[in-house]
C-alpha cells in the first residue's frame, strides 16, 4: 500500500528531525531573532541571490497568504488571480476575512495569461467607475500550480513585466515549490527572486513538520512587518521551531534534492499508469502532483493498493484522480505499486491502448 | 549563565522530539484527522475526565487567543478581561483585528476580581443604552495570569458562577498551565474543565516545539468550527505535528510532571533570590514566572550570569525584572547559578538583609 | 436639455419634502423608535401583505447591501450572485471589507439562472472538500437588475424554491424596485415578500432624498439588530429622516405610481430611440434604465441635448449608453427630447432603418 | 411640555429645509461631484480659512468616525482617546469591526489630559516590547465632550504639540461642534483647524436632517479616499442631500448663530435649574448639553413638564439627568417650562437653596 493522497501525509525529512536534535539544548531569542532564524535566513538569500532580500517565517500556506496579501494590499484593493487559484477556492475565504477581493481570471490549466491579465488591467484602468471597484493591488499565481502545472520563465516575465508596468507586486505562491523548481527547465530560485516581488519557499509539504519561508525578494517588506504578523496571529514566539527547519532545509542543497526526488517518482508513477495501464492524464502536469482519468469501474480495486484523492468527475464513467508523491515517497513503493498494479493490469484484461483509445474519446 | 528570557527560548521536551522520530515514517490524514490527533485527543479527554470535550489543535498562543475568541462571539460581542490581560497588552490587536472589543476591568495581579465583573456586567443589563455598546460574549481569563498569579478554586469558581448566570461562556487562556496547575493546590484538569467552558492547554511554552490545545470541555464547539479555523489562517494540514506532540505530552503524566520540575526549580530561583540576596519580589508569583526588583546598579552584573527580561521601572534606581523557569531549565544549571550569584553577592559586599530593607521601603 | 446620467441626479419628490415640512415642528423618539418610522414600517407591511414583517431603514444602497449581508452570514460564509452583481463590481468590496467572500456564477442579462444555481449548490454539497471552501449563505439578486432586466415570478419562485431547498435565504436588492415593480406583469410587492426572504425597498433612486427600507418578510431578522447596524456604522440617531420619507412614499401609492411614471416614459424614449431613430437596444430592458447601441459618430451631438452615461464599448465604431429615467423625468423634457433629436435626425441625413441595419450586423 | 432629551429629536431648520425646495428641480452630479457639495466645501473652507482642506460630506456620526478612523490608521495602528469617549462607550465597536482597537486613557470631565496622553506615548515608545502592541496612529477628541465641557485653546494646543511631536494625527469629533463653537470662548472654526489635522463639522444634530462634513484641514486625505469611503458603506450616491444642507447651513452664519441660539437657552435652562429651583449641576457645561442631580423624588414630576435623559444614579436618592436643548429649541419653550416648574416649585414647597443644600452635601 503505497500513500500518494497528498504531499502533507508524512513526518520530516531525515535531517530535519536530526537537527531538531542536534539544536534542542541550545537556548534561543524569539520572535525570529533566533540564531536559527538568522542563519537560514542566509541560507536562502544566498540561494536565492538576493542579499537585499527581507524573509519571515511563518507556520502554514493558508495563513502565510492571508498575512502577505493582507499585509501588502492597500486597504481598499484586491488580489487577481485565476480562478482555479487555492486563495479563491480552499481557502475557507481566509482573504476575505482580512477584508479584501479575490478578483478571480479564467485559469489555463492552473495559470493566468498574461494577455488577459494585461486586457483586465487595461479595461480597468480605462473605467470611469473604477473608483466604485476594488482596485488590484497583487497579482497572485501558484508555481506549480494546483493542478501540478509550471510557467516557463518566458511567461512568469510576461507576467512580471505587466506587473511592473502597473506597479502592482507579483506575489508567487510556492507551497509546492520544491517540486516546482525540481521540474523547472529555465525557473531557478535566482530567476524567481527576480521576477517575482514576493514569493514563498513552502517546507511544509516540501520536507518540513510546518512552516513556510516569505522571501520579498529586493527587500520591500511593509513597515511593522513584526506587528503586521502578530496581528494576524501568525507570529511563532518560538520562531526557532520553523528557523531550525529551513537551517537543515538549505544546507547541502536538501530543499531541491528532496524535490528532484519527488518529481522523478511522479515520472515513474506516470510511466506506470499512461504507459503501462493505459491511463490518460486529465492534465499534463510535471511535477510531483499527477492526475489520471480512471474508469470508474477500477476505482474500488485501486484503492486496495495506493490512496489518492477523487478530483472530480470526467463523466459517467470516468473519474479524474490526484496522485502525490513527495520527499517521502521511496522508489521501493513504486516498485510494489508496479508490481501491484501490474497483476492488477492481468487480472483486468483490458489493453492500457483501449483504455486510452475509450478515454481520448471522451475529450 | 542560565538563560531564564522566558520559557519558550527552548526547544522540545526529550519525549516530544522522540515520539517525531518514533512516528516518522507513518503515513497520515490531514486537517485534524489524523490518528495522533485523535490519540491525544482521547488523552486530553482522559486528563481532563471531560469525555464529551472537543477539542482542536492550534500552532500558537496568540493565534489561538483570536481564533477561539472570534469564533465563540456573535459579531456584536466583545469579550471581558482585566487590564493586564495578554490579548488586551501584548498580541497587537489581533482580538481586535477580527472585529471584537476588548473590554478591560482592573487588574488585581493579574487577576479578575469577580465582584467587579459582577458590577460591570449588572451595570451593563441595567443600562438604557445597551444596545448602543458592545455586548459582552466572554469572560477570557489567564491561568497562571501574565504576572505568575494564580487564581484558587475559589475564586475560579466565584467568576464561572457569575458567567453562568449572564450565560456567558469562561474562557481560560492556558498558555503556561503546565506551570499553573503545578502550583495550584486546588485546580487540576478535571476542575478546569469543570469550571471553564473553553481553555486552551499551552504546548509552546509547555514542552512542546509549537501548538495548543484548545478544549471545549461540554463539547459546545461553534458548528463548522474546521471551516472557522481555517478562515482565520490557523488550520494545519499536517495537522500531526500538533497531534504527535501532545500525543507524547499527555503520556506518562508528562505535561503535569514537566510543569512541576518547573515550578520547583522557581522555588530554588526565588529561595536564591529572596533568602540568600535580599532582592524582594516585585510580586508574589508561585508559578514559573518569578519577578524580582533589582537595584539598577545590580542589573549588567547579573546579566553576566543570568539572561532575564526587564520588566518596568519600579522608582529611579530599581527595576522590576522577570526570570522564567521552564521545563528545560536544569537543577544543574541554579546550581551554577548560586555559585555565580553567591560570589557576586560577596564581591558586592552588600548584606542581603540591607538590599532587603532598601526594596521594602518602596513599596 | 434632459438629464438621463442616472436616477439619483435629483432632489426628492414633492409629497417627501412637503411631509419634511408638515412634520418639522415635531419631537420625536430616535434611533428607530420615532413615530415616522413606525408608521412607515405598517405602511409597509401592509403594502406588502405582510404582517410579521420586521423593517429597517438605512441610509444609502452600498450600506444596506454590506450591512444586511454581513448580519444575516455566519463569519464562514459568502453571498452568491451573478457576476454583474451590484455587490460583485460597483461596491468596492464592502461586502469583503466586512469579512465575507461575493461567489460569482455567470450572468444571463443581468440575471441568476436558477439551473446554474442548483447546479453550484449540488456541486458544493458533494464536494468532500467543502469544509475548505467558503459556505454558501445567502442568495443575492437585483430587481429590477443593474442591466435593467426583470426576473418573471416563474424565475423568482425557481430561485427561491432552491434556497428553500438548501435553508439558504433569497436576499433582494429593491435599490430600484419602484421600476421593477411598475414594469412586472406577475411580481408585486406581496408576492416579493413571499419569494424574498429579506429585500430591500429603495427610496434613494426611488424618490426620496435618501434611505432604503430593509424588510424581513416573514421577521426572522438576526437578534440584536440594532447593535448589528450601529456597528456598522449604519443606526441612523435621527432615524425620523428616513421614517418620514417612506411615510410619505407609502402614503396614497405614491412608491408604485412614481414608478409607473418613470417606465411609461422610458417606453417613450424607447419608441423615441429605436422606432424614429434607429438605434438598437443593447439589452432588452422594460424598466427605468435603457440601454442602445450608439455610433461613435452620434455620441457628441447626443450630449449636446441629453446626459447619459457610457457603458462600455460594442465594437470600434459603436457604444452602449444608459439612459435613466425617473421620478423625476417629466413628459416635457420628453416632447423635448423628441423634437431635438427629430433635428438631429434631419441633420444627420441617415435612415433610421440603415442605423439599424447596420447595428444589428454587429451582433 | 418642552422636549430636551436630545439634539436629533428634531427636523432641520427651517433654511436647510427651504433650500431643499429650492434646488429640487436641478439636476446634479452624484458621489459628491455636486455643484451644492462643491460650493458647500468653498464655504466651509472659507468659513474655516483652510484653503488647502480637504472635505467630505457624510451620513452619520459613527458612520463618521469609523471611516475617518480606519481610514487614516494603518492597519496596525489604534486610536486614543479618553474612556468616556464615544468610539469607547457608545458605539457598539464600530471602530473595533473595522480591526482597530481603542486605546482609553483617563477622562477628566470628559477631557483627555495632556500630561496623560504624554506619559502614555513616552512609556509605549521607550517599550521594548512596543512592536507586540498596538501602535497609536491617531488622538480622537470631542469638541465639546460627551459631558458638554469644552477644552480650552490651550488644552487644544497641547494635545496637539504632543500629537505633532509623535507625528500623529489629532481628530475631532465635533458630532455637536455648533454648540462648542458657540460656548467657547477662545476656539473658533480657522482655529480648530489650525490645531486639529482632521475634525468633522456635525450636522445631524446642528440644524441638519442628516450630514457630518469630514475637514481634513491641510489637505492630507488618504490617497483614493472616495474607494474607502464606499468600502465602509458610507459614500452617498445622491451627495446632493449633504451638500445642499451644508450649503444651507454655511450661507449667512447660520451654523454659528444657530449654535449661539441652543447655548442662549441652555443659559436660561441653567438658571432656571440651579438659580430658581436650586438644583446641583452635576457636571459644569458651557454647551447644550446639561446635567443636574435630581432627587429621585422630583423625577417624574418632572417628567410631566419636560423630556430628558437619565444619566446615571448618584446616590441612593438622587440622580443624574441630562437635558439637551438645540437649534430647535425655543424660548416660548424656556418660557412655559419656567412657568411649568415655578408652579412644580411652589406645589413642592421646598426651598431651592435647601435643595442646594441638599445636593451639595452628596459631593
Not at 510557467?151 to 512568469?156: N, V
Amino acid at each position: 500500500m503505497i500513500h500518494l493522497e497528498s504531499d502533507y501525509n508524512n513526518g520530516a525529512c531525515e535531517a530535519v528531525l536530526r537537527h531538531f536534535l542536534d539544536t534542542n539544548n541550545e537556548r534561543s531569542q524569539s520572535y525570529g531573532d533566533d540564531r536559527f532564524s538568522q542563519h537560514a535566513r542566509e541560507l536562502i538569500r544566498e540561494a536565492c541571490a538576493a542579499p537585499e532580500a527581507q524573509i519571515y517565517f511563518l507556520a502554514g500556506g493558508t495563513q502565510t497568504n492571508a498575512t502577505v496579501i493582507d499585509c501588502v494590499l492597500a486597504p481598499y484593493e484586491g488580489v487577481l488571480c485565476c480562478d482555479t487559484a487555492h486563495i479563491n477556492v480552499h481557502e475557507a475565504g481566509a482573504v476575505e476575512f482580512t477584508g479584501h477581493k479575490v478578483i478571480a481570471l479564467p485559469s489555463h490549466e492552473g495559470k493566468l495569461c498574461a494577455d488577459e491579465l494585461r486586457a483586465w488591467l487595461e479595461a480597468y484602468f480605462a473605467d470611469g467607475t473604477a473608483e466604485h471597484m476594488v482596485r488590484p493591488g497583487m497579482v497572485y499565481m501558484t508555481f506549480p500550480t494546483e493542478l501540478g502545472t509550471l510557467y516557463t520563465a518566458d511567461e512568469l516575465r510576461a507576467l512580471h513585466s505587466i506587473c511592473r508596468q502597473y506597479q502592482i507586486p507579483l506575489y508567487v505562491d510556492g507551497a509546492r515549490l520544491a517540486y516546482g523548481l525540481a521540474a523547472s527547465s529555465d525557473i531557478d530560485l535566482p530567476r524567481l527572486a527576480q521576477l517575482a516581488d514576493i514569493f514563498y519557499i513552502g517546507g511544509t509539504k516540501c520536507g518540513a513538520l510546518c512552516g513556510e519561508a516569505v522571501v520579498f525578494s529586493q527587500g520591500h517588506a511593509p513597515v511593522h512587518m513584526l506587528s503586521r504578523i502578530k496581528r494576524h496571529g501568525a507570529l511563532l514566539a518560538k520562531s526557532r521551531v520553523v528557523g531550525v527547519q529551513f537551517e537543515a532545509l538549505f544546507t547541502e542543497g536538501r530543499y531541491l534534492s528532496l524535490g528532484c526526488d519527488a518529481v522523478r517518482l511522479a515520472k515513474r508513477l506516470r510511466h506506470l499508469f499512461v504507459d503501462s495501464l493505459g491511463y490518460l492524464p486529465y492534465i499534463d502536469s510535471p511535477t510531483n502532483q499527477q492526475f489520471y482519468i480512471i474508469p470508474n469501474d477500477d476505482l474500488d480495486r485501486l484503492r486496495k493498493h495506493i490512496g489518492f484523492e477523487v478530483w472530480c468527475p470526467v463523466d459517467a464513467t470516468h473519474t479524474a484522480c490526484r496522485f502525490v508523491t513527495s520527499w517521502a515517497t521511496t522508489d521501493e513503493e513504486i516498485d510494489l505499486l508496479e508490481r501491484d498494479l501490474c497483476s492488477f493490469k492481468a487480472a483486468d484484461k483490458k489493453e492500457p491502448g483501449n483504455n486510452c483509445h475509450q478515454a481520448l474519446s471522451l475529450l
